[in-house]
């Protein structure tokens, strides 16, 4: 019999109470501090989801060093995957018959405005577009998952990350723990509210578990810098062209290959950052 297994792939700078750098910058004392806070939120996914009927669940830690989850603190009902250099990164685990994925702690892209809005690359990157549209991890993320027929249930972060959700899942539900009023300031709710806003929404969002037709076509992703060497830098990566003065572009076959080609254009980019100049 097939058991029901959902994937949540957490951020950080979406959950609950994180505004500011050291909020979600591994080694401070804030950081330590919203650990506990980004598993709350985790734990309370995880038990609303297994309410609605998850046998499983898998949380794919997706932030900076991928080691922020207490796993001693972690519900039961789940398993942790930590740690760096995952081929899939963000999405690890989507490719392993998941019913389900949950985008948790997630943030609007580079260039729009949301709590420590970016894409990847926490400064540097201005702007990335999937086939012409603007995107952020969230969308980027999406179609990964259409590729392997696996549906996005629940989207948490602050609000502008959840209208940001709205037009890449919008049958999933969205759970908004802070509303946006800088880059670095928000309107926060207490842990004990946002906890049962995602549990009743992750409960709600079990209806559309249930793996769907993949969709699997080529894509272009384009990225801008926000200053013309990283983009030189970018495009001695092959099949990544130089389409603007601080702007490149590639083409690939499957988003698959298409995130994969992201990850090393922006390590690359991040390799060539001088300094305070960048």
Known sequence: MHRVRIMISADMEGATGVTWTA??????????????????????????????????????EAHSSQRNLLLEALDDRASMLTGRHKPLSMMQGVDSGVDGVVFLGYHAGAGEEGVLAHTYLENSITGVWLDGRPASEGRLNAALAAE????????????????????????AEVVAVKECVSRYAAICATPAITSARIAEAASRAMTGAGRVEPVVSAHRIEVEFDATHLAHAAAVVPT???????????????????????KIVTAVAAGAVEGIYG
Do not use: I, K, Y
Request: charged share 20%.
């Open 148 to 171: 392997h027929g696996v549906p996005v249930l629940l989207v948490t972060g602050d609000d502008r990350a959840c209208e940001d959700a709205r037009s890449w899942a919008p049958a």
């Open 23 to 60: 909020d979600v910058l591994p080694g401070t004392e804030q950081w330590q501090r919203f650990r506990a806070l980004f598993t709350g939120d985790v734990n309370a996914c995880v038990g609303g989801l297994c309410a609605g009927g998850a046998e499983s669940v898998l949380v794919n």
């Open 240 to 262: 990544v062209e130089l389409v603007d003065v601080r702007r490149v572009g590639f083409d690939a076959a499957t988003m698959t290959d298409a995130v994969q080609a992201f």
